[in-house]
């Protein structure tokens, strides 16, 4: 069974800074492209950034320069660094490991609030 395990949301002030992590299994970590996605209420889920196995990353244009996306292979976890927070960054993020063919595993998600 596939497991992403999420985790470093949070409340935090506009203009702050929060570090999300994503763990899984070697073997979904080291095959697939991992990425992080967000939805905020009432909107459809939207992509924030990706890493390929061979660390290739690509991001949603309004957040680069913010956003950093990055993985540590000895600990099988993709984490996604966001800086200079806004209230509109505001939203559930899933961790995503798109395999080869297409397939989608999903975390949980995890909430952050942007707001003072």
């Known amino acids: 069974q596939v497991q992403l395990v999420e985790s470093g949301g949070g409340l935090v002030q506009p203009g702050g800074s929060l570090r999300l992590s994503c763990a899984t299994s070697?073997?979904?970590?080291?095959?697939?492209?991992m990425g992080w996605y967000r939805q905020a209420t009432g909107k459809q889920r939207e992509l924030v950034a990706t890493?390929?196995?061979?660390?290739?990353?690509n991001y949603r244009d309004s957040l680069q320069g913010r956003f950093a996306i990055s993985r540590d292979v000895a600990k099988n976890t993709v984490y996604l660094e966001m800086n200079s927070l806004k209230p509109e960054d505001t939203a559930v993020y899933y961790c995503?490991?798109?395999?080869?063919?297409?397939?989608?595993?999903w975390g949980q998600g995890t909430q952050v609030t942007v707001s003072s």
């Open positions: 995503n490991a798109r395999t080869g063919s297409g397939f989608d595993y």
């Open positions: 070697g073997s979904i970590f080291n095959w697939n492209t």
């Open positions: 890493i390929t196995p061979s660390g290739i990353t």
